[in-house]
């Protein structure tokens, strides 16, 4: 088993940055994959990035030259730089872990892009 827990979204204006992180209970190079992904209000769970053990990274389209994502493996830590935030970008953000045989999720912290 393994916990996930992300912390450091907030409300802030468009053109603003944040940098949510989701640290792990034990250590994140026993997780192969790590990802963010957003849910915002009436909409599905959407894929925003993801980076394997490796380094390897993949965004989405929309994200794509505003978000950054990056893991400490020293600190068991994930974290997504977020850039020139957009209304569009307000949502619920996960973190997930996937292993061979398992996704863990944690339980989201909120981010609000508004003025």
């Known amino acids: 088993q393994v916990q996930l827990v992300e912390s450091g979204g907030g409300l802030v204006q468009p053109g603003g940055s944040l940098r949510p992180s989701c640290a792990l209970s034990?250590?994140?190079?026993?997780?192969?994959?790590m990802g963010w992904y957003r849910q915002a209000p009436g909409k599905q769970r959407e894929l925003v990035a993801t980076?394997?053990?490796?380094?390897?990274?993949n965004y989405a389209d929309s994200v794509k030259g505003r978000f950054t994502i990056s893991r400490d493996n020293a600190k068991n830590t994930m974290y997504l730089q977020m850039n020139s935030l957009k209304p569009e970008d307000t949502a619920v953000y996960y973190c997930?872990?996937?292993?061979?045989?398992?996704?863990?999720w944690g339980q989201g912290t909120q981010v609000t892009v508004s003025s």
């Open positions: 997930k872990g996937s292993t061979v045989v398992y996704d863990y």
């Open positions: 034990r250590s994140i190079l026993s997780i192969p994959r």
């Open positions: 980076i394997t053990s490796g380094g390897t990274t």
